[in-house]
């Protein structure tokens, strides 16, 4: 399909009633990607019940941690998935994306310019991962 920039243009309609009841709707979410060619845009989490009713599994995030020339990237990944995650440190960073949905099996990576004269050991020990299922 083609879409002209800037402008709201409906890929399709989809009626979920035959499918999502009152026993399922808190622990079943819909996933839409947006993806040009080979290269993905976008990805969208879309619920049948509020956020803080959700029942979903609890996530286990995977991350790797490298630091290079001043750069921390963290690739993290999770095995269902994860809501409102967010990296932080025991120092402030500042990470390219800081809050965002992690889906299963898919992997994200994000970057911060790390703390002068910090190692990959101490990169490690400072960043904390958090996600939604942290908060309830």
């Known amino acids: 399909m083609e879409a002209a920039a800037l402008a709201d ?32 845009v976008a990805r969208c989490v879309g619920l049948f019940a509020p956020n803080k009713h959700l029942e979903l ?6 991350r ?13 990944q999770a095995d269902s998935l994860a809501r409102f995650v967010s990296s932080a440190g025991r120092r402030r960073l500042v ?14 990576t994000i970057q911060a310019e790390a703390p002068a004269g910090w190692t990959l050991e101490q990169a490690q020990q400072a960043l904390r991962v958090y996600s939604r299922a942290d908060l309830f």
């Open 64 to 76: 790797t941690v490298s630091l290079q020339d001043g750069l921390l990237t963290v690739e993290l």
């Open 95 to 108: 990470f390219s994306d800081n809050y965002f949905d992690l889906t299963a099996g898919q992997a994200l």
């Open 57 to 62: 599994a609890r996530p286990s995030i995977r």
């Open 9 to 40: 243009t409906p890929v399709a309609a989809l009626d979920f009633s035959a499918v999502i009841s009152d026993t399922n709707c808190r622990s079943t979410v819909f996933v839409a990607e947006l993806w040009q060619g080979e290269s993905f």
